[in-house]
């Protein structure tokens, strides 16, 4: 094994640049985390730090490789460790971001998104999904994150090979090193098993057709895998070389057309470096006429025909006429083969077209190497538009802002808004609607509520437009709303202005009683006063149709819930419920009690009174105690019913605080059953408490007067005249005051 390579030191220019980054990155990350969005701290610090980006991407991409607690440019260190790079790598660690790169066009947008990514818990960001994930959907091309799998890298130090996986993530990702002994050793293992090197070449290209980048990281991983590995056999065991190329040289048969073509493209390129050799060069040339076949094949296969592009990548590795004819040959035996020639007449044909295709006319025998590979490549080669333009800079910026993170996230939404209005097959409109939910649904993770509601907006209005979508369209909402929706909403609701909170109470009632138990649980939770305020408008707006999902709630093992189920049938109003509340009131929490009681007392209802009451009387210890101090505290005028319902069917002498409170509340409450109740407690009495009976029908001429109404008035008047000689004399005391 070689012996560690000792890590190299920053020159003293870079270094400080990036101690400066470090710094502002720090001074940004706080501010974001303790300011609102226009406060003037954030926005002196992320202009700052888009500044410093600027500076670090003057020339090309800026690649930092994070560790716990220090941060690597090109493989080299500060040499005089700084407390902001141990900050920023500790913070970027915590997310399991391995590297960072910084593009062109990260603008103080960008970084207010990232830096509010990682304000957020790290457990919380890895439920959504990581932060590569939803940097994918918040940022854009400006900060490439490269996440790290903790797991797999457990698995590599405890022993065991890397996986298929692993090795193509660090060859796309660019972590792939040929100094990682324990990952080149086991993808020399791969090659020299030929279906674990087919299973990795077919997996390099199926990552790379999942990729916006497509053929281009296909290109890249390949040529990193290809150049680490001839390093690494150089450096380790010079002799297996042309063994190594021998059986690579078998393998890339199983390539893709396009990915041989680029391979082919980075021949005598600076890229195709692996110290002193050509990698590509190498590999082609090992390429047996067996292998040249097998790919034709293989294509044709596939395609059931060749293509153009195939018989460009076909004369670039076999230029000799005579041999291509031969070569010609072998892959039709080998297509043969396959099911392709299953009808003979048929596959007659398809091969003279695939050989009039592989073996026409090229002028590559009559041009040099170089001018033969630009013209076969010509057309899949990109043009480097800064450098052959002399467009001023301006001109150049306005058209980089329309490839920003913004404008892209903005070209996202008005594609899927526009596939949603123009498809008019329902069957695939459902799948549009699906894509559409998904991506808002990852919006919703990132705190891009505003972005979100244009879609959902958008798509209940294009539902709404024909018939034949409805039935897609609301399963699919109910679907967004169990997704990240409520999780992430109590969050927005501290700070949304009034009309997205109300477009969101109106999306939770359009997607329907579903999200009612997620509601309650997110409002039982939630501790800012505003976020709370709106999620219980949210959760009342539903009505007695939200009553049956919130009754599973009464059983939930955290009392918070159990309150705001008992709050929330109280709220719905009805009497349905109301048998729900009587196991609350003799919960263990208090708090649930005093909802409980709140429910009953404030219901209005003579059912809801009856069982309070009973409840009172019946119950013992600490939990009578609790429910009589409840109802004892209550003032609010919608109790009345409550203490008039006590007044007639409570004995004075059973509960006599209870009875005495009745009385006194009521006289503040201008009611005619207030009235009712009163006048029926004037004139209640019992013959063997002559001295209680005097007080409590003062206290109720004198609740009377209080009322002063013409109906307590009368009833004052009417106890005057005919009452019994007790009730007579109260009436006339506080009438004789007048």
Not at 680 to 695: D, Y
Request: hydrophobic share 45%; aromatic share 4%; glycine share 6%.
């Amino acid at each position: 094994m070689a012996e560690p390579v000792e890590q190299a030191v920053l020159p003293p220019d870079a270094a400080a640049r990036l101690i400066e980054f470090a710094r502002t990155c720090k001074a940004a990350a706080r501010a974001v985390s303790l300011y609102p969005a226009g406060h003037p701290a954030i926005v002196a610090s992320l202009s700052r730090i888009a500044d410093a980006t600027a500076r670090l991407t003057e020339d090309g991409p800026y690649s930092i490789q994070v560790h716990a607690q220090e941060l690597l440019v090109a493989e080299g260190r500060v040499s005089k460790s700084d407390p902001a790079i141990a900050d920023l790598a500790a913070l970027l660690h915590r997310h399991f971001i391995g590297r960072l790169t910084l593009n062109v066009g990260a603008d103080a947008a960008s970084w207010r998104t990232l830096l509010l990514l990682l304000a957020r818990s790290p457990e919380e960001v890895r439920a959504d999904g990581g932060i590569a994930h939803l940097w994918q959907t918040a940022g854009g091309p400006s900060i490439d994150i490269h996440e790290i799998d903790y797991a797999e890298v457990l698995r590599d130090r405890q022993g065991k090979a890397a996986s298929i996986e692993s090795i193509i993530a660090a060859a796309s990702d660019g972590t792939l090193s040929d100094h990682d002994d324990g990952a080149m050793s086991a993808l020399l293992d791969m090659v020299k098993d030929p279906a674990r090197l087919e299973q990795l070449l077919k997996g390099l290209q199926t990552t790379a057709a999942a990729s916006p980048q497509g053929a281009e990281l296909q290109t890249s991983a390949l040529l990193a895998l290809l150049r680490n590995l001839v390093t690494y056999v150089s450096r380790t065991d010079p002799q297996q070389v042309t063994e190594l190329f021998e059986r690579l040289g078998r393998g890339v048969r199983h390539l893709s057309v396009e990915a041989m073509i680029a391979l082919l493209a980075e021949r005598g390129q600076p890229g195709a470096a692996a110290g002193s050799v050509d990698a590509v060069e190498g590999l082609v040339g090992s390429m047996s006429d067996s292998s040249v076949a097998g790919f034709v094949a293989e294509s044709v296969i596939a395609e059931r025909g060749a293509s153009e592009r195939l018989a460009h990548a076909f004369r670039a590795l076999v230029p000799e006429y005579e041999r291509q004819r031969q070569l010609l040959g072998l892959a039709r035996e080998e297509v043969e083969r396959s099911d392709v020639a299953a009808d003979q007449e048929s596959f007659e044909d398809l091969w003279k077209r695939v050989e009039a295709m592989m073996s026409s006319y090229s002028d590559a025998r009559y041009v040099s190497t170089d001018y033969a590979r630009e013209l076969s490549h010509a057309r899949t080669q990109p043009m480097d538009v800064e450098r052959t333009s002399d467009d001023p800079p301006e001109r150049v910026a306005a058209w980089l802002a329309t490839v920003s993170d913004s404008s892209l996230r903005n070209l996202d939404r008005f594609l899927l808004t526009d596939l949603l209005a123009i498809e008019a097959e329902p069957e695939r409109w459902r799948d549009v609607a699906g894509t559409v939910l998904g991506h808002a649904d990852d919006l919703v993770r990132v705190g891009f509520f505003d972005q979100a509601l244009v879609l959902i907006r958008t798509l209940v209005e294009e539902a709404a437009r024909d018939p034949r979508r409805g039935p897609y369209a609301e399963p699919a909402l109910e679907r967004f709303g169990r997704g990240s929706l409520i999780k992430h909403l109590p969050a927005f609701l501290r700070t949304a202005d009034d009309a997205a909170a109300e477009e969101l109470k109106l999306l939770c009632h359009r997607i329907g009683p579903t999200v009612i138990a997620a509601l309650a649980e997110a409002l039982a939770a939630e501790q800012d006063p505003k976020s709370r305020r709106r999620l219980r408008d949210t959760l009342v707006g539903f009505g007695p149709r939200g009553a049956e999902s919130v009754r599973p709630l009464m059983n939930s093992g955290t009392w918070e819930v159990r309150r705001t189920a008992a709050f929330l049938l109280r709220e719905f109003g009805g009497t349905e419920g109301l048998k729900e509340l009587v196991p609350l009131l003799s919960d263990a929490e208090p708090l649930v009690q005093r909802e409980a009681v709140h429910g009953l007392a404030l219901h209005g209802s003579r059912a809801a009174s009856a069982i309070l009451l009973d409840a009172i009387l019946t119950g013992k210890g600490r939990t009578r105690d609790t429910l009589l101090k409840e109802v004892l505290a209550m003032r609010d005028d919608r109790a009345a019913p409550l203490f008039a319902y006590v007044l007639r069917e409570l004995e004075p002498g059973r509960i006599p605080e209870l009875y005495d409170t009745a009385v006194e509340v009521l006289g503040h409450m201008r009611s005619d059953d207030s009235v009712d109740a009163l006048a029926a407690a004037l004139r209640k009495g019992q013959w063997w408490t002559p001295f209680a009976n005097r007080r409590r029908r003062a206290a109720a001429a004198a609740s009377l007067r209080r009322i002063g109404t013409p109906g307590a008035l009368d009833a004052l008047r009417d106890a005057s005249a005919r009452g019994a000689s007790g009730v007579r004399s109260a009436a006339r005391a506080v009438l004789d005051k007048d």
